[in-house]
């Protein structure tokens, strides 16, 4: 019993970081909230290392998130005929907003990661919680811009949450 | 530069899906460069949401804390 609520202080100290460092990074690029490919961005930097560990079960770096997420909205503007300068300025991150202040508030998509990840312990998800589990909500989306980015990089999602699965495994 | 749309949404939803993401964002981060520069050189919350069609406490509203207030 006591071992469960340190446990569930712990994941809620990690939940904590993965949401503020999210929201950081969405912010430093000029966006409002953070979104699913944020925590991705968020889980590789976690101090468990288990986010990057997903990636390296595929062959595949971490550290190429980003740049597939640039690649993917490049593509998706060049398949409506948008090119050229028109996109590289697209691609430029935005100036950086203000700290958020107030309640939390992460995108539709960012919200569903959160979400997932505090109902992994009703589907039977043990060990605490770790990039690795980051990873493996993402995947299971399916669709959206993480879910293409992660396509972009080569790795059909399913096979992340394979991945994501075998890491948690060995944890 | 516009050029031919290669997107067909009745064939491939994921894609044209993946387009309009993209194409929001873009709109969003011109809207906000636009934005920024309108109220730097002077003009009103009232002239920017007649820029954009929308009311004035919409406009304010979505954008006034996305953009610095420019320096008097």
């Known amino acids: 019993m006591l071992k469960r609520l340190m446990q569930a202080a712990k994941d809620a100290g990690t939940l904590k970081v993965l949401c503020e460092t999210a929201e950081g990074l969405a912010r430093a690029e000029g966006r409002e909230a953070p979104e699913a490919e944020h925590f991705v961005e968020a889980a590789l930097t976690l101090p468990d290392g288990s986010a990057g560990r997903v990636f390296a079960r595929l062959g595949l770096s971490g550290a190429g998130f980003k740049a597939a997420l640039a690649e993917q909205h490049r593509e998706a503007l060049r398949a409506v005929g948008v090119d050229g300068v028109v996109v590289e300025s697209a691609l430029d991150v935005s100036p950086p907003l203000p700290p958020a202040g107030g309640v939390y508030r992460a995108a ?14 009703q589907r039977g998800v043990t060990g605490p919680l770790a990039g690795s589990h980051v990873i493996k909500v993402v995947a299971e989306m399916g669709h959206g811009t993480a879910a293409r980015a992660l396509r972009q ?4 999602p399913q096979a992340f949450v394979a991945a994501a699965d075998a890491e948690i495994a060995a944890a | 530069m516009m050029t031919e749309s290669k997107i067909d949404p009745t064939e491939d939803p994921e894609a044209a899906l993946a387009s309009v993401v ?11 460069q636009a934005v920024a520069e309108a109220l730097k050189r002077g003009w009103s919350w009232s002239q920017i949401a007649m820029a954009l069609g929308v009311s004035k406490q919409a406009a304010h509203k979505r954008l006034s804390g996305l953009v610095e207030p420019p320096k008097k």
């Open chain 1, 108 to 121: 539709p998509s960012g919200q569903i990661v959160v979400q997932e990840l505090a109902r992994l312990r």
């Open chain 1, 153 to 156: 990089m080569g790795g059909d």
């Open chain 2, 22 to 32: 993209a194409l929001r964002r873009m709109a969003d981060q011109l809207e906000l």
